[in-house]
């Protein structure tokens, strides 16, 4: 269900662009683990995160917190799998006017108004199959909600393409798995921010030991509008999850 929260903006620096982070972190439940994604994320110095795969379950109302977060809202499941987070720091002067939380622990939707511009944060952890209903799902959710600049990322679960996001064979099936993140993209007009800066780099976020292969499965997409504004969009090791995390920046 969608809810309305009043954040009052922080006190801080006028700040002249701001970074967006997306890391399936592959479970939040232990203190060690949470400490290092925590001490990453700070070492980061991302305005906006977004982690999939959290691991929280719905009934333990577990979270993260230190000193240098202002907001944190989360989407969890009823068991310790799935599970997504948005995390807003303190020196990001914003108000949080509306969020969604998938009941399934697979998206979350907030509204941010940043410097009076109005942003709508979406993080995905799709399916890894039957991705259909769920993209579709949430195209409508998005859509709905009638914004224009939109920052949509996350684990897709696909590649967008891949002779460009996967090393090994391409088969059919998987050009057909991601033929619903490229309708919702159309629609949405969203955009592919790493391959907008990066139109022929083959730079990869997962690593399938099972498959022996390389793929781009996280991405930050953006509006058509926002295009002009990233100046940055990177992709970092992976090593305390299984997945790398990605970032980009924003200019205000």
Known sequence: MATTTEI??????????????S?????????????????RLRREKAQVILLQETHWCRKDKQTLKDKWLQIVQEASYKTKTRGVA????????????KTYKDKNGRY????????????T??????????????FTGV????????????????????TWDDFMDKSGKTT???????????????????????????????DYTFYSGVHKSHSRLDYIFVSRALLPA?????????????HAQISIKLKL
Not at 8 to 14: H, I, K, L, V
Not at 108 to 119: S, T, V
Not at 121 to 134: D, G, Q, T
């Open 121 to 134: 944060i979406v993080n995905i952890y799709a399916p890894n199959n039957e991705n259909k209903c769920f």
């Open 230 to 242: 990233v100046s940055t969009a990177t992709i970092g090791n992976i090593d305390i999850s299984d």
């Open 23 to 39: 890391w399936n972190v592959g479970g939040l439940n232990t203190p060690i683990k949470r400490k290092k994604v925590l001490d």
């Open 108 to 119: 979350i939707l907030a509204d941010l108004e940043i410097y009076g511009i109005k942003y």
């Open 139 to 158: 195209l409508q959710k998005v859509d709905s909600w009638g914004t224009t600049n939109i920052i949509l990322g996350g684990d897709m679960n696909v």
């Open 172 to 202: 059919a099936h998987s050009k057909n798995r991601a033929r619903p993140l490229h309708n919702l993209c159309d629609i949405l007009q969203l955009h592919d921010t790493y391959r907008y800066l990066h139109p022929i780099a083959k």
């Open 8 to 21: 009052p903006n922080m006190p801080g620096q006028n700040i002249t662009e701001f970074k967006v982070l």
């Open 86 to 97: 948005i995390l807003i720091s303190k020196d990001l002067p914003c108000t949080l006017s």
